[in-house]
């Protein structure tokens, strides 16, 4: 599908700046809805070149409030015609360990990451759903699949959307709206940025390549939209890898001094080719 009206959560967030242009390139219809009014200020500009009038509203939403969602639903749906497709892309992370995470990190983990993606999600069915028609997206993470050292809230919050994404597709999919769940591997946008000072997070840089956001954001646009899967790993072969340890988390376990070897290198590489030095 092509042409279609989407609202992406997380709009002026490190994926949502390169996947809004990508998505108005396709020619859909966009709404992009961010907490951060600066951000969708620039996210505006980005895609009004020269100041001429595209397919783009913007509109400040916090995830965490369901009556902000209906709102901006209700608006996007007045200012663009129906929504058809939904992309919670929106997500915050700190890096802790188990023992360190403090109680407003606990919170904002699972009101950003988890309970947004839920909020999202049911505001977006609840006027798709009597149409017969439409598709949501959430971005979840490769430590939904398998455990990552020191982003121990995080990676619970994943977890819970994976597991509310495979339960609403089970709920949903008989009134023809589809539910698609994306986990990337690390990739370069401020939230990676944040990592790169904590070394108990050095498992997040393991991987031979760092993605890029256009990556990710190419993967939502040319393979999720039009195919609808269920679920999407960002390598391939990273998904594999952590679906093995999910499957056998004492092979994870033991494996994991070799996995925080090469992340320790791969970190200390990101420092060095970041491109604004990473630190926040």
Same mark, same amino acid.
């Given at each position: ?9 997380? #709009? ?62 209700? #608006? @996007?749906?007045? @200012? ?26 606990? /919170? ?14 049911? /505001? ?88 890029? @956001?256009? /990556? ?65």
């Amino acid at each position: 599908m092509t042409g279609g009206h989407v609202l992406v959560a997380g #709009a002026a967030g490190g994926l949502g700046r390169v996947l809004v242009p990508r998505l108005l390139a396709k020619g859909y219809t966009v709404t992009g809805a961010d907490v951060a009014a600066a951000g969708l200020a620039e996210l505006a500009e980005l895609a009004r070149p020269g100041g001429r009038a595209s397919a783009l509203d913007v509109a400040q939403l916090d995830v965490r409030r369901p009556e902000q969602w209906a709102a901006v639903i209700a #608006a @996007a749906e007045r @200012a663009r015609g129906p929504l058809d497709v939904l992309i919670n892309g929106a997500a915050m992370l700190r890096p802790a360990r188990a023992h360190e995470v403090r109680d407003d990190d606990v /919170e904002l983990h699972f009101d950003v990451n988890a309970k947004g993606v839920l909020y999202g999600t049911r /505001e977006a069915a609840r006027v798709m759903v009597p149409r017969g028609r439409g598709h949501i997206v959430n971005v979840a993470s490769l430590a939904a699949l398998a455990p990552v050292p020191g982003l121990a809230a995080y990676a619970a919050s994943k977890h819970a959307v994976r597991a509310y994404t495979l339960t609403a597709t089970i709920e949903l999919a008989p009134t023809g709206v589809a539910d698609s769940v994306v986990f990337p591997d690390a990739f370069a946008t401020p939230m990676l940025d944040l990592q790169q000072d904590y070394p108990e997070a050095a498992v997040t840089f393991s991987s031979t390549k760092i993605l890029s @956001a256009d /990556e990710v954001a190419a993967a939502i646009v040319d393979r999720v939209l039009p195919r609808r899967p269920l679920e999407l790993w960002l390598p391939p072969s990273r998904g594999l890898l952590a679906r093995l340890v999910d499957a056998a988390p004492g092979l994870g376990r033991r494996a994991l001094p070799l996995f925080e070897r090469l992340g320790r290198r791969g970190q200390q590489a990101y420092v060095k080719t970041a491109p604004t030095g990473g630190r926040r």
